[in-house]
T-cell receptor, first 114, second 118 residues
C-alpha cells in the first residue's frame, strides 16, 4: 500500500541553524501539507501546497519557513534559523483531488532545537 | 473560537468493551468533512474514519463507527470490542469547504488519550 515517507525520523540542531525536512508524498497525490505537533499539544496546520505553489499558510508559517517541491517526488520544509520553540514533531501529509479524499500522514520528523 | 472540541482528555476502557470518544465542531460551511485519526505512542498519525457533511448514513470501518449528529454538530467515534492495541491518542479533525479547489487543511481537536486495560 502506498504511503507517505519522511526523513529524517529525528533531527537535533542548534538554535539558529537551518534544517530541511523531507517528505515523499504518495505518488498520484496532488495536494501536500505540513503540520506540526508540539509535545503534548494538538496538531497544527502550517502550509498547503498545490500546483507548485503555496495555496494556504497559517500564522505560524512566517518568513523563517519555506516549502519546495524540487522534483516530481520530494516535498521539503525548510526552517532558515531555528528557534527553541520550533521543537516539535513535523508531519507531512498528502491527498489526491476530490473533497472527500483523505489526507494520509507520514510518520513524522521529531525536531529538537537546542 | 475552537473549531473542534474534544472534551475528554483521557479515558480508561476495559478490553472487549466499547468506548465512545466525543467530538463537537463549529462551522458555518455547509460542506465539510470530519476525520478521526489515531496516534499511538510511536507518534504516527493513522487515519481511521471519514464522515462527509452530506453523507446520509453514519460511517463505519470495521470496529470503528462514527455517530454523526449534524444538528448537534457532533461526530463521536465509537470503538467496539476494544483491544489492548487501541491504546493511543485519538484526534478528531475537520476540513471545511466543499469544492474540489478547496485546499483542504485539517483543523484538529486536542485529542483524547485512551488506555485499554486487560
Amino acid at each position: 500500500e502506498p504511503e507517505v515517507t519522511q526523513t529524517p525520523s529525528h533531527q537535533v540542531t542548534q538554535m539558529g541553524q537551518e534544517v530541511i525536512l523531507r517528505c515523499v508524498p504518495i505518488s498520484n497525490h496532488l495536494y501536500f501539507y505540513w503540520y506540526r505537533q508540539i509535545l503534548g499539544q494538538k496538531v497544527e496546520f502550517l502550509v498547503s501546497f498545490y500546483n507548485n505553489e503555496i495555496s494556504e499558510k497559517s500564522e505560524i508559517f512566517d518568513d523563517q519557513f519555506s516549502v519546495e517541491r524540487p522534483d516530481g517526488s520530494n516535498f521539503t520544509l525548510k526552517i532558515r534559523s531555528t528557534k527553541l520553540e520550533d521543537s516539535a514533531m513535523y508531519f507531512c501529509a498528502s491527498r489526491s483531488s476530490g473533497f472527500q479524499e483523505t489526507q494520509y500522514f507520514g510518520p513524522g520528523t521529531r525536531l529538537l532545537v537546542l | 473560537a475552537q473549531k473542534i472540541t474534544q472534551t475528554q482528555p483521557g479515558m480508561f476502557v476495559q478490553e472487549k468493551e466499547a468506548v465512545t470518544l466525543d467530538c463537537t465542531y463549529d462551522t458555518s460551511d455547509p460542506s465539510y468533512g470530519l476525520f478521526w485519526y489515531k496516534q499511538p505512542s510511536s507518534g504516527e498519525m493513522i487515519f481511521l474514519i471519514y464522515q462527509g457533511s452530506y453523507d446520509q448514513q453514519n460511517a463505519t470501518e470495521g470496529r470503528y463507527s462514527l455517530n454523526f449528529q449534524k444538528a448537534r454538530k457532533s461526530a463521536n467515534l465509537v470503538i467496539s470490542a476494544s483491544q489492548l492495541g487501541d491504546s493511543a491518542m485519538y484526534f478528531c479533525a475537520m476540513r471545511e469547504g466543499g469544492t474540489t479547489d478547496s485546499w483542504g487543511k485539517l483543523q484538529f481537536g486536542a485529542g483524547t488519550q485512551v488506555v485499554v486495560t486487560p
